[in-house]
């Protein structure tokens, strides 16, 4: 049955990956956002001047901030961007957007999309093998579902071929480690983890999972039948093998910037802590949150006589880059964010260590990792939904709790994403692409699992009777958001409130979507301490 499985895999895959990068090719003359300019001149930053200086270089106020590998991917890059038009290569033509060069970046996109093409294929390969007892139906299969989820993406589509970015590529890095460890490869999937830091550090969100999972079931070689840890099992030799590759990787990416004594000047493009709390667009997570309830609580106390707020406190709603401070309650500095953070992946962190149940276990400690950095971090754009998306997309298919958490944080992140395109002629892309990788979800989910008719008032497949109505709830956001508030006149007086409205009922989602996802996770002791979810 795996071999028939795998013979499945093949028809459906290539077709499906063709047809989804010609519509790629459909986005090109579509609307991108400024981090098109942001790459536009990291090419020619990379192409003009000697490493020395990549991260010196300010004519842009875009400056190079990316560990080194991505420097050298702009590098290579640029070595065929000249060939289209060598004016996008230098380093005065700001904001240079020339038919070939929109055509040349968007290229660069689809084409490094390969990357996660390949991973994604080499998972469900995988997938299909270690599951020999797999429904001949294709789309009750899972490895058809995985293929599905990621190659159709919402998140990778909209943010990188319309807002630009080359989040396809990292992401196809990052399932190639997940794949190796899968197969039990530790060291190779260490490797293909340092590789992906040193092309973008803010992957440093799920080194957590990573540390615990290669320490605890690679270099600890046994356990006791509880589950702890035989201490005196430590593997040195693996110990040092997985040392050495990440410490060469990281060598290798930083060693010439080392050796020019220019680490400081690095870690200060890298970690830009001047930015503030939150982005221009709230991202939604608990500092969404946080800010409305400020926010609030300031409008009223001032209308009630009990404040006297000057100009400066309205920042935080004015859709600027900045740091600021809140009113009523503590403003936030980094270090509390951090901390935070870290606390909030502990409980993961040592249930990983205590029980660890697998590749599974992994996963589930990755996706929470990913979640409390989103959740709790400093500065978090929207766009870091899909570090929580990607790996929720591979337990879609190993448990229907784990299914209930995927459909309702991919409807509720992916729309968190509507006001990244906000010009009109891509509305009805964008709302399109939802519905059609909400219902592609929902149909394939539904052919893996059978429906436990656990509730009795109506209610989405999946999803709680009141999970289903906050859903719904979508639609009246939308509109007000995008029609009613302008035909109330809102549009010049209260310009940042749908953005807000938007970031706020997302977060409490988004929220709700980490609790249960956690407490999911938590309630798995030993090995595997639950029963195995009813499968067709």
Not at 205 to 211: N, R, S
Not at 306 to 328: D, P, W
Not at 444 to 454: A, E, F, Q
Not at 458 to 484: K, Q, T
């Amino acid at each position: 049955m795996a071999a028939s499985t795998q013979t499945h895999l093949h028809l459906y895959f290539w077709p499906l990956a063709a047809a989804i990068t010609l519509f790629k090719l459909f986005l090109i003359p579509a609307y991108h956002s400024t981090d098109f300019e942001v790459h536009r001149n990291w090419l020619a930053i990379t192409n003009s001047l000697p490493i020395s200086k990549w991260y010196y270089e300010s004519t842009s106020e875009w400056t190079f901030d990316y560990p080194p590998f991505f420097g050298w991917l702009e590098f290579l890059l640029s070595q065929v961007a000249k060939l289209f038009d060598p004016q996008m290569l230098v380093l005065t033509n700001l904001n240079y957007e020339s038919q070939m060069t929109v055509v040349f970046q968007r290229m660069s996109v689809i084409m490094t999309d390969f990357v996660f093409i390949y991973a994604t294929k080499k998972y469900c390969i995988h997938l299909s093998r270690s599951r020999p007892k797999e429904t001949a139906s294709i789309l009750a299969q899972p490895s058809f579902a995985v293929t599905l989820f990621l190659l159709w993406n919402f998140g990778l589509l909209v943010v990188d071929h319309i807002h630009f970015q080359y989040n396809g590529f990292l992401t196809g890095i990052l399932l190639l480690s997940i794949t190796r460890i899968s197969q039990n490869r530790f060291l190779e999937g260490g490797f293909w983890f340092s590789v992906l830091l040193n092309f973008k550090h803010i992957y440093l969100y799920i080194a957590p999972a990573y540390f615990i999972y290669l320490l605890r079931c690679y270099c600890f070689t046994k356990s006791k039948a509880d589950g702890r840890v035989v201490w005196t099992s430590l593997s040195f030799g693996r110990l040092s093998a997985l040392g050495l590759i990440v410490i060469s990787v990281f060598a290798l990416s930083f060693g010439p910037f080392i050796y020019m004594n220019q680490i400081p000047q690095i870690l200060s493009r890298l970690f830009p802590f001047k930015r503030g709390l939150c982005h221009a667009y709230w991202a939604p997570n608990f500092w969404a949150l946080y800010n409305v309830i400020d926010k609030v609580a300031t409008v009223v106390g001032t209308k009630i006589g009990l404040l006297s707020v000057g100009s400066t406190t309205a920042a935080m709603t004015g859709g600027l880059v900045q740091e600021f401070q809140h009113t009523l309650l503590p403003s936030v500095p980094p270090l509390v964010t951090f901390v935070l953070t870290a606390v909030s992946m502990l409980p993961s962190l040592w249930h990983q260590w205590r029980y660890p149940s697998g590749v599974n276990g992994f996963l589930r400690c990755l996706t929470i990792c990913a979640f409390c950095s989103f959740m709790f971090g400093w500065h978090v754009h929207e766009k870091a939904i899909i570090l929580i998306t990607i790996p929720l997309s591979l337990l879609a298919v190993e448990g229907y709790r784990d299914a209930q958490v995927f459909l309702f944080l991919s409807t509720i992140g992916h729309y968190s994403l509507f006001p990244l395109i906000f010009k009109p002629a891509e509305a009805p892309i964008k709302v399109c692409l939802l519905l059609i990788s909400t219902f592609s979800s929902l149909i394939v989910l539904s052919g893996i699992y059978k429906d436990p008719k656990t509730y009795r008032l109506p209610h989405i497949a999946f999803l709680s009777p009141l999970e289903s109505i906050y859903i719904l709830g979508l639609l009246p956001l939308y509109f007000y958001c995008n029609l009613v508030h302008y035909l109330l006149g809102l549009g010049e007086k209260l310009a940042f409130f749908p953005l807000m409205l938007t970031s706020v009922y997302c977060a409490a989602g988004v929220s709700w979507a980490w609790l249960k996802f956690y407490y999911n996770s938590l309630k798995r002791e030993g090995k595997i301490h639950s029963q195995k979810d009813k499968r067709i």
